[in-house]
């Protein structure tokens, strides 16, 4: 057992592509929720299996994508301080604020870094006493636990010249945003994986009960997705709206106790803004005024002010599943991944980076 | 970003962060194990941005591979 191959085989791909389409009796539209997912889906051209009838809609979940450009801009003020080293996943360098990115602000001479982990920039924050170093906390319920065991190892060890500049956001809220628009045009969702090994499912059920609709949490691979879709189309078929697992494998009901905890204590649930979408109530955490000494905006006296997105990017109409990236007018001429006009372009799981890098460039329907 | 990649736990250290060595296949890295404080050596876990996230479980995986298999055998009705 790898975990990895097994769900990758052909045969099985093929058997529940059959399934589906065994299944289908009219048209459905189903959002997977994790850019993760849109990634593969794209890449191994899964939406091309699926019958007809069964239609793909890419969502929110790409924390990089949703990350809004006045904290991108906040991150380039502090980035650019004397004496910082600034701290960030490698996708996030290249993201625009309102005028540049962090490879710019690092093109000039500021010490930007890309870390695998918080604990990486906790270790450099170790090795260089001398130094402010400063973590670019992003991420959905996933990447909480390791933000949040960083901050408080900081303080265990009483590291003073460590902070982080905190943008998480949480899954429910987005999706209720979506549910909840007379825009609404999604029947069933494929939930993110991950984010529920953390936080597990009870948060979904009220979901699903107050908009009547399928919620199937599903991993990663080929054969999850497809099988995710399967149970999704039979819930619709069968006129149910239930919360189901695909990923038993690794998501448990009550999700992951210590990492729960761990989230508890250091952070607390704020509103936040979600780039191309706008202010959602409750749908991220913020520090908790116990771990303020870590802020890096109060340590550096830099607010995060409204900066503004570029106004030929509609990844805002991408992200709530309103628009295919080929279907905005500057995809693949004025927007590419090299000159990016918004994140969805940049992320590797921004659904318009996947549609770029995979060459789907013709708007084959409508989403 | 919400990538999790699965590894096979080596060697666990006892420390606050609970770090460990984890087998990617042949790549080894030094992962904090904090967050699954029941997993020792030889235990599957996913690991998202240097943290083991949760412990993956064979029986479950197996299942629903085998489950599958028959799916593609047609040993399986419709229902899948």
Known sequence: ?367 | MCLGVPGQILAVEASPLRMGRVAFGATVKEVSLACVPEAGPGAWVVVHAGVALECLDEAEARWMLESLAHLADGRVGEEG
Not at chain 1, 7 to 34: F, N, Q
Not at chain 1, 159 to 173: A, G, H
Not at chain 1, 195 to 224: K, N, Q
């Open chain 1, 1 to 367: 057992m790898k975990f990895v191959e097994e769900y990758r085989d052909g045969a099985a791909c093929r058997a529940l592509a059959a399934a589906i389409r065994r299944k289908v009796t009219r048209p459905w539209s189903l959002m997977e929720v994790c850019g993760g997912q849109t990634h593969a889906i794209v890449r191994f051209g899964l939406d091309e299996l699926l019958p007809r009838e069964v239609g793909l809609i890419h969502g929110p979940g790409c924390p990089v994508c949703v990350t809004p450009v006045a904290l991108i801009d906040q991150a380039l003020a502090i980035a650019a301080r004397p004496g910082v080293v600034f701290c960030s996943f490698g996708d996030m360098l290249r993201v625009p604020g309102s005028t540049e990115d962090l490879l710019s602000v690092k093109s000039r001479g500021a010490d930007v870094r890309a870390v695998y982990s918080p604990l990486d920039a906790l270790a450099l924050a170790r090795e260089l006493p001398g130094r402010e170093v400063v973590f670019f906390a992003v991420g959905f319920e996933t990447t909480a636990p390791a933000n949040a065991l960083a901050v408080a190892q900081a303080r265990r060890e009483g590291l003073r010249n460590f902070s982080v500049l905190v943008s998480q956001v949480r899954v429910p809220p987005a999706l209720e945003a979506i549910l909840a628009s007379p825009r609404r045009r999604v029947d069933a969702l494929l939930a993110a994986g991950h984010v529920c090994s953390v936080m597990g499912t009870a948060e979904y059920l009220p979901l699903a009960a107050r908009h009547r609709i399928p919620i199937v949490v599903t991993a990663f691979e080929p054969v999850d997705l497809l099988q995710g879709i399967l149970l999704a189309v039979s819930q619709l078929e069968e006129g149910r709206a239930e919360v189901e697992n695909q990923y038993a494998r690794l998501v448990k009901a009550e999700g992951n106790r210590p990492a729960q905890r761990l989230m508890a204590e250091v952070f607390e649930v704020v509103d936040r803004t979600w780039r191309g979408i706008g202010s959602i109530p409750a749908s991220g955490f913020g520090l908790r005024e116990a771990y303020a000494d870590f802020d890096a905006g109060r340590r550096f006296g830099v607010a995060a002010l409204g900066g503004a997105e570029s106004p030929d990017c509609q990844s805002g109409l991408v992200l709530q599943g309103l628009l295919k990236p080929m279907q905005c007018p500057a995809f693949g001429g004025a927007c590419t991944p090299d000159h990016p006009l918004g994140a969805t372009m940049v992320s590797g799981e921004g659904a318009c980076a996947a549609y770029y890098r995979y060459r789907r460039f013709e708007p084959a329907e409508t989403p």
